[in-house]
């Protein structure tokens, strides 16, 4: 009788391992069913069919959406079709305009402002120590000083597949793309006019901006 008890042992084991098997499946199926039915987690695009156009479309259809902005806003700007790109121009300060261009390449739009036409040689360290400040706390765009050309540019840039995914975006960013370029004039302004410290300059910029937060809440 004990013998045959030990026998039937490898059996039991087989079955209890079958068994562990077929419960497994089961609650793989379940968990499957369970996450289908559970929302996206990430953002679903506006225009669905934006998806499925190849590069030149979502090209031309970013194309298309900048100029009908200009227009529709009445927004001064020129078209220049054959180099890709649109230029506008703002208001960056009280009695100041200001050149934007949003250039269409390959794959990417770039937003971009001129803040700075020149500036003076002796200036450049401090210049590139005001850019460094800003591209440190910025999560938009990109401070540039162009040593060869003497300029200074804020630019932005995204890939034209996401603009035609979200064409609403292009406004929104044009938008931040311009009020943060005033921030920067500003900022630039005052280490040339008045001859402040970059580091005190972002202090002043971040206590107005905090004021400014404070009143509109």
């Known amino acids: 009788m004990e013998n045959s008890a030990y026998a039937l042992l490898p059996l ?9 098997v077929r419960e497994n ?8 069913k369970l996450e289908e039915t559970r929302p996206p987690s990430f953002e679903l695009p506006e225009e669905t069919n934006g998806l499925y156009l190849d590069l030149l479309q979502q090209k031309t259809r970013v194309w298309q959406k900048l100029i009908h902005l200009h227009v529709e806003n009445q927004w001064r700007h020129g078209v220049y079709e054959q180099e890709n790109y649109i230029e506008s121009t703002f208001q960056i300060a009280e009695n100041t305009d200001a050149y934007y261009r949003y250039i269409l390449t390959q794959e990417d739009v770039h937003f971009e402002s001129c803040i700075l ?36 540019l804020f630019t932005y840039q995204n890939e034209v597949s996401f603009y035609a995914v979200y064409p609403v975006k292009i406004e929104y960013h044009l938008s931040r793309h311009y009020h943060i370029s005033k921030d920067i004039y500003w900022a630039f302004q005052k280490l040339l006019t008045e001859q402040e410290e970059p580091a005190f300059i972002i202090a002043d910029l971040i206590t107005i901006q905090k004021n400014n937060q404070e009143n509109t809440n």
């Open 12 to 20: 039991l084991g087989v079955l209890a391992l079958i068994s562990r």
């Open 25 to 32: 499946r089961r609650k793989k199926n379940t968990e499957s």
């Open 117 to 152: 036409h020149s500036f003076p040689k002796e200036k450049t360290t401090d210049l590139f120590v005001l850019a460094a400040h800003f591209n440190n706390l910025l999560t938009f765009g990109k401070v540039v000083v162009d040593v060869n050309r003497q300029i200074v």
